[in-house]
């Protein structure tokens, strides 16, 4: 028996009688389009909408998800793999009741796991279905294999994009890679455009427009709106003091927007969401699969 065939009836088994969480990949075509920002602010809105919510910072080697969050864990995801960590030993208390899972900074093996080691973690990431209602990765920026595995593997994407040319054009390479991969199965994910730091709704419905024209024209991918977060000085002045803007500053135009996106991602769930095939094992059993394949 192989490792997928294995991880595949660890997963068939664990199905039977299980509770799968809603699993949340924030991914951007380049960095510094607010990516992480968002990953935070909507778990705390979630949270404040009565999800249990952890943030799994995927973003091997940078650790924004911290910074941005003022924490600093003792354990990160290699010590649950490499160091003999529980999960619950790696799990940080965020605020708002978030839970926090780092990948840690500059650790360049979790890029790099073997199938046994996805096996394993596999099997221990179980415990997060039964401890969360919504898990968001956070994954890294731009189009590597990092990036590339977690957003195949997903089954509901935020795809972050800012109307600057360069945003878009990378937003879109992004797709366009995905749509060329195998194991890419386009009718089983969800992907939603995020338009951030726009100055209206006009030009939010113009970025997402633009987008949508060449998605439709050349690729076999849909992607839906989600909404927009305006322009707000006070989301910089946040990050300065390594605080959730929609904490500091909950009257905010950027804290109004983002607390819209969480109310409207629980008026619509995936049809996929909290069912066998759902939740954060299935992710990993998915690159697992792709990883088996190459």
């Not at 864990?73 to 799990?91: E, H, T, V």
């Not at 006070?234 to 983002?258: D, E, T, W």
């Amino acid at each position: 028996m192989d490792q997928a065939e294995q991880l595949r009836n660890i997963i068939k088994q664990q199905s039977l009688n299980y509770k799968f969480a809603r699993v949340i990949t924030v991914t951007s075509g380049k960095g510094g389009v607010g990516k992480s920002n968002l990953s935070v602010n909507l778990a705390i809105q979630l949270s404040k909408l009565g999800k249990r919510v952890i943030v799994l910072d995927a973003d091997f080697g940078l650790a924004n998800v911290e910074v941005m969050l003022g924490i600093r864990p003792q354990y990160n995801l290699a010590d649950l793999i490499f160091r003999g960590k529980s999960l619950q030993d790696i799990i940080t208390d965020g605020p708002e009741r978030i839970g926090f899972i780092s990948g840690g900074s500059g650790i360049q093996e979790l890029t790099n796991l073997t199938k046994d080691q996805i096996i394993f973690l596999t099997q221990k990431l179980y415990e997060l279905d039964e401890l969360a209602d919504v898990i968001i990765i956070d994954t890294g920026a731009g189009i590597n294999d990092s990036v590339l595995e977690f957003v195949t593997a997903s089954s509901e994407v935020l795809l972050v994009a800012t109307p600057e040319p360069t945003s878009l054009t990378d937003a879109y390479a992004l797709l366009k890679t995905l749509n060329r991969k195998a194991e890419f199965i386009a009718e089983n994910t969800s992907i939603k455009i995020v338009a951030n730091r726009v100055e209206s709704v006009d030009e939010a419905n113009q970025l997402f427009n633009k987008l949508n024209v060449v998605v439709n024209k050349f690729l076999s991918i849909k992607i839906d709106f989600l909404g927009a977060i305006p322009q707000d000085s006070n989301v910089s002045k946040a990050v300065i003091q390594q605080k959730p803007y929609s904490l500091l500053y909950p009257n905010s135009p950027s804290s109004k927007a983002v607390s819209e996106l969480a109310n409207r991602l629980c008026e619509n769930t995936p049809k996929k969401a909290n069912s066998i095939g759902s939740g954060i094992a299935q992710l990993f059993s998915n690159i697992l699969r792709s990883k088996t394949k190459r």
